[in-house]
């Protein structure tokens, strides 16, 4: 089965540095990736994906993510993160159907 | 495109009392989702639909569990007997065929079981 981990359980950031929310990925044959973010008592939004092409994809609200097929990751990624930005993240992969979702990375940005 | 939207919101409901909750899909999507969210862990996948056809559904769905998408539009997910271990965010999402079609959240049903 396809299988996604994210190992950091919380990702501190000051307002204004880069995020980074780590993702490595487990499956047989090419990946279909994805990151969503959840906001408290929300549902989950679409941020990104990666099909298939460019290994860095560019997203919703200025994140990007990076594909890296040797490292098998798949890093989500901000150049300057916002107060706004603080959410629970998670990466996902494709299988057969159904996503099948990483436990998921709190991010908290410190003004 | 109003999104795809959940009915209830919240439902507290006693053990042993039988739920259904109801799924509005975006309307040009054929295929439905529903998950399971706990606290701490990521969704975790229940069954989908293709049209008005159940393509998969999980180990994790028991007996107790039923989902219907009659008409290829609407679903509704019935539990039966709850149990306290129920509890849980049950979420549903939409997409159009296809596994490089992302899939669109609803806001969820917070079930809590007394």
């Known amino acids: 089965a396809q299988s996604v981990a994210q190992p950091e359980d919380q990702v501190n950031v000051a307002e204004g540095n880069p995020l980074t929310v780590k993702c490595t990925y487990s499956v047989s044959g090419n990946p279909y990736l994805f990151w969503y973010v959840q906001y408290p008592n929300r549902g989950l939004q679409f941020l990104l994906k990666y099909i298939t092409g460019d290994n860095l994809v560019k997203g919703s609200y200025g994140f990007e993510a990076e594909f890296n097929k040797s490292q098998t990751s798949f890093h989500l990624k901000k150049p300057s993160a916002l107060v706004s930005d603080s959410a629970l993240y998670f990466c996902a992969v494709r299988d057969i159907g159904r996503l099948a979702f990483g436990k998921g990375n709190q991010v908290v940005v410190i003004p | 495109d109003t999104g795809v939207s959940q009915d209830p919101r919240h439902k507290i409901t006693k053990r042993g009392q039988n739920v259904t909750f109801r799924c509005d899909p975006i309307s040009e999507h054929n295929r439905l989702y529903w998950y399971r969210q706990t606290l701490g862990q990521g969704p975790e996948f229940l069954t989908y639909?293709?049209?008005?056809?159940?393509?998969?559904k999980s180990r994790l769905l028991s007996d107790r569990f039923s989902a219907e998408r009659p008409k290829g539009s609407f679903s509704t997910l019935e539990i039966q007997r709850t149990e306290q271990g129920d509890s849980a965010m049950y979420l549903c999402?939409?997409?159009?065929?296809?596994?490089?079609?992302?899939?669109?959240f609803g806001p969820g049903t917070r079930l809590t079981v007394t």
């Open positions: 639909f293709q049209n008005e056809a159940q393509l998969e």
């Open positions: 999402a939409s997409s159009l065929t296809g596994d490089s079609y992302e899939q669109y």
